[in-house]
C-alpha cells in the first residue's frame, strides 16, 4: 500500500463511524442495477420516474459522485466483488468463466471476494440473478451462471426469462448495429404478461428468501437460521434489450424525447479510441430511433425501480429494515447520446459516473443528505466489511477505503483525492483520473484528454494543447503515473 493509499484509508477511517451493533451484526441487501447511469429523480432528473429510489435516497445517503472502476459490466463487477482495481484482478473485458478473479488471476485465489469473507464469518451469503458477469440478454435466456464466482454464495439463483422472446413485438432500433446485447432494442409488453421479466422474477426469489429468513425461531436448522444475510440481488434492466410495460413506455412518449445537446464537432477534439460508440459509426439510428432507444431507457429504468420499492416494501412489512443495510448501485454508468456516444465503454462522465444509495441502521441522523465526496466502487468492500462488523477480518490489498465516515457526516468528509477508471485492453485501453475538479484520460496509443469540470462539466472541450493548463497536465500524468505504481506493490 502507498503512501497516498494509507493518507486516503487513515482520512476515511478517523471519523470512523463506530456501529451501534446489533447481535450478530445487520442484515445487508445489495441490489444492483446494469448498466444504469445516475438519471435518478434523486439526482436531478426530471423526466426518468424512479419514486422508489427517491424513497431509499431520503432514508440513507445518496453519493453524488460515485465512479465505477471499469465501464463495462464483467471487470468492473469482479472489482467491486473483490475490493481490487481491474488491472489487479486482470479482468479487463468481459469474461464468462466460472470463479470470476479467481481463475482469471491464480495470485487471488485464495482472495476472498465480500461475499466469501460475510459467509465465513457468521453471514448467510445469498445471490439472485446476476452479480458477477452474465450475459443479457443471452446469459438470462439460457438460465447461465455466467462468470459468477461461486464461493462467494452459500446459494446462488439464477433467473430463466425470455429477454428478446418476450411477448410484444422484439423492435430493432440501430441499423447498423444487430448483436442483441450491445444494439438498441425495445419490446413494448402488455401489462398483463410482464410477470415472466428477469427483474420480477428476482424480485419474487428475494422477497421468498426475505420471508424465509425474517421467520422467527429455527425450525428447519437451514441454512444457520439464526445468521444476518447477506442477500445480493442484481436487475438486468435497463440494459438492452430495453424491456418493460406498454404502462411505463406510455409514460415517456417517443417524439417527446429530449436528446443531450452535443455542439458541433464536439467528437473532433476527442481521440479515435475515445469515440468507438459514436452514434454515426456504431449504431446509426435516426433521430427518431435515438429518441426510442432514450425513451425506452427510461421506461426500463421507471421498471426496475418499481421491483427496488417492493423489496423495499418487503423489508418494511417484515420489520426488517431496523436490522438492514439497503445499498443501490449499478456496475457503470451510461451514454444516451452524450456527445452522440452511446452505451457504456467511454470514459466520460456519464459512462463512468455511478447512482449509490447506502442506507444503515445506526445512521438515520444522515438520512437525506447527500455527499460530494469522491468515491469508488472499491469502496464497497471495505464499507460492507465494517457496516457488519469485520473490518478486521478484510485482505491488506484492498484498494478501496470505508465509507462509514460519509455516512455519518456526508458533507463534512473528504473522500479520494481521486478515482480511478480503466476501459478496454492491450491496444485499445483507456486510463482515466478524475480529481475534485479535473477529468484526465490517457489512452494506449498515447492520445490524452483533459476536462475542467467545473467550467465545462459536460466535457467539451479538450484541453490537452491548452498552454494555460500544462502544469494541471502534468500534474494529472504524475498522478495516473502514481496509481499505477501502487498496483504493483
Ligand atoms: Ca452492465
Known sequence: MNYLRILVVFGFYSVLGVYPGL?????????????????????????????????????????????????????????????????????LGNNYTLGSYKVLNPALSNHPSIGELLRTNGYVSLRVSKIYHMGVPGGIEAGDAGGDEPDSWDRAFNVMAPETASPGKLELLSPKRKHYGSNFARIIVPDDLIETQADILATNQAIAILESRA?????SKFLRHEDAFFLAVGFVRPHVPLVAPKSWFDKYPEDESVLPYAPEGD????????????????????????????????????????????????????????????????????????????????????????????????????????????????????TIAELTGLSHKVP????????????????????????YTVVGNKQK????????????????????????????PEEFTNLVASSVHVNVLNDMRAKLAEKNKSFHN
Not at 450478530?24 to 438519471?39: E, H, K, Q, Y
Not at 490489498?397 to 465509507?403: E, I, K, M, Q, V
Open 215 to 219: 421467520r422467527d425461531g429455527d425450525h
Open 23 to 91: 447481535a450478530s451484526g445487520p442484515n445487508v441487501l445489495f441490489i444492483v442495477s446494469d448498466d444504469l447511469t445516475a438519471c435518478l429523480g434523486s439526482y436531478g432528473n426530471e423526466v426518468c420516474e424512479t419514486p422508489n429510489l427517491d424513497r431509499l435516497a431520503s432514508e440513507g445517503v445518496q453519493f453524488n459522485r460515485a465512479y465505477c472502476q471499469y465501464p463495462v459490466c464483467g471487470p468492473s463487477r469482479a472489482s467491486f466483488m473483490s475490493g481490487l482495481y481491474p488491472k489487479r484482478t486482470e479482468m
Open 429 to 456: 485501453m483507456g486510463e482515466s483520473i478524475k480529481t475534485d475538479r479535473f477529468r484526465y484520460n490517457y489512452w494506449v496509443d498515447g492520445k490524452e484528454e483533459l476536462y475542467d469540470q467545473l467550467k465545462d
Open 396 to 419: 491488506s490489498n484492498l484498494d478501496g477505503a470505508s465509507l462509514t465516515g460519509l455516512l455519518r457526516n456526508p458533507s463534512d468528509i473528504k473522500g479520494h483525492s481521486e478515482a
Open 267 to 382: 467528437l473532433e477534439d476527442v481521440p479515435t479510441l475515445a469515440k468507438t460508440n459514436a452514434n454515426e459509426l456504431k449504431y446509426g439510428m435516426s433521430e427518431l430511433q435515438q429518441k426510442q432507444s432514450l425513451a425506452a431507457y427510461y421506461a426500463s429504468v421507471s421498471f426496475m425501480d418499481e421491483q427496488v420499492g417492493r423489496l423495499l416494501d418487503t423489508l418494511d412489512r417484515l420489520d426488517l429494515r431496523k436490522d438492514t443495510v439497503v445499498i443501490f448501485t449499478s456496475d457503470h454508468g451510461y451514454n444516451l447520446g452524450h456527445h452522440t456516444l452511446w452505451q457504456k465503454g467511454s470514459l466520460f462522465e456519464n459512462s463512468v459516473r455511478v447512482p449509490l444509495l447506502i442506507s444503515a441502521p445506526g445512521f438515520e441522523s444522515a438520512a437525506g443528505k447527500s455527499s460530494d465526496a469522491l468515491v469508488e466502487l472499491v469502496d464497497l468492500y471495505p
